[in-house]
């Protein structure tokens, strides 16, 4: 089926260094979808990528959607405290409407 | 987005009882979906609940094990039964995004604990 490969697994960094992370998959992906989760809670939705060489910020979040379809990158630049989390790439399994998850980069920060 | 909350936030079973988990959105939803996150996992999903269709489970999941419910287009239960350590988890129900979009949201998860 198909899945979803996320590096790193984890990082640690000092505050206001920039985060880079990725997710690459065997199979073609119509959709790319970032989500951070913190402890005790559900994924939150960071960024959506629809279209191949889309490039899309949401703040000081910036994601990729590769123009192969088979990949897609997060970037978090000066990272602050609270951007400590999980992070997940998923994307929808062809002809369904069902999600498929990465299975995540944790970013712990150093202040 | 829909507003999802999920009851209880976490809770602390005996092996072999039952635990139901309930799943309330703030707008009508057609799909939502039952995940399973297990200590230090990413997420798996359980199964897809239709409402007015039994739900559709993925492998490795049965509808003995975990049965749901889909009474109306705002509410969904999921039931853990017969629990077991193994079973310890967060539960995770989810719906679709706009009509057509893929992206779906979350509530705030059930914290399971067998013990």
């Known amino acids: 089926g198909q899945q979803l490969n996320q590096s790193p697994q984890s990082m640690f960094i000092q505050e206001g260094e920039d985060v880079s992370m990725n997710c690459t998959s065997s199979s073609i992906f119509n959709t790319w979808l970032w989500y951070k989760q913190e402890p005790g809670e559900g994924p939150v939705l960071l960024i959506a990528?629809?279209?191949?060489?889309e490039l899309t910020s949401n703040g000081r979040l910036t994601a990729q959607f590769g123009i192969t379809r088979k990949d897609s990158f997060l970037n978090i630049s000066a990272s602050i405290p609270s951007d400590v989390g999980i992070y997940f790439c998923a994307g929808p399994i062809q002809g369904a409407q069902k999600l498929v998850f990465g299975q995540g980069t944790r970013l712990t920060i150093n202040p | 987005s829909a507003v999802i909350s999920q009851k209880p936030s976490r809770d602390i079973c005996q092996r072999g009882t039952s635990l139901t988990i309930q799943c309330q959105v703030d707008?009508?939803?057609?799909?939502m979906f039952w995940y399973r996150q297990q200590p230090g996992q990413s997420l798996t999903l359980i199964a897809t609940?239709?409402?007015?269709?039994?739900?559709?489970?993925e492998s490795g999941f049965v509808i003995d094990k975990f049965p749901i419910s889909r009474p109306n287009l705002t509410f969904s239960t999921l039931t853990v039964s017969n629990m077991s350590p193994e079973d310890s988890s967060i539960y995770l129900c989810?719906?679709?995004?706009?009509?057509?979009?893929?992206?779906?949201?979350f509530g705030q998860g059930t914290r399971l604990t067998v013990v």
């Open positions: 990528l629809y279209k191949a060489g």
């Open positions: 609940a239709n409402q007015g269709s039994e739900a559709t489970y």
């Open positions: 707008s009508q939803v057609t799909m």
């Open positions: 989810s719906v679709e995004g706009a009509t057509g979009a893929t992206e779906a949201f």
